[in-house]
């Protein structure tokens, strides 16, 4: 995002946020996760941290290991 | 996605709809909500398509210009 000071996360912050909150809440490994994903653990990392640009396709991916609906991802963090 | 026969619609899907749907419903064309968005229309046209991968970062700002919450865009079509 190029936006300078934001007041609220930000959609990718979001997506960190909430995967990093339900994987935890599942008891999961970043790498249990990402083995059930079919994503790498490292790059699983980097998305919690809100470093990637993550894809709608990786979205689903994640959220479907999850047991959660892709827009759940995206929803403000309570 | 790798997934063969999928029964309802992709992430991507969702994407692809619902951007369609509210920007006709805006009563823009592609090339306006790309404008707005900072984006080029003739990816907006692929995106509304389904041919590409959006990423949440794009995902934000196409919600931001149609002013909707990134989350909405995700929504399973009515």
Same mark, same amino acid.
């Given at each position: 995002m190029k936006?300078?000071?934001?007041?609220h996360y930000t959609a990718r912050q979001r997506v960190a946020a909430n995967l990093r909150r339900v994987r935890q809440a599942r008891g999961w490994s970043q790498e249990a996760l990402a !083995?059930?994903?079919g994503l790498?653990?490292?790059?699983? /990392?980097?998305?919690e941290r809100g470093e990637r640009n993550v894809s709608? !396709?990786?979205i689903e991916r994640l959220a479907q290991a999850l /047991?959660?609906?892709p827009a759940d991802l995206l929803k403000r963090p309570a």
């Open positions: 936006t300078g000071k934001p007041s !083995d059930l994903a790498h653990r490292t790059y699983v /990392g980097s998305i709608v !396709d990786n /047991g959660l609906d």
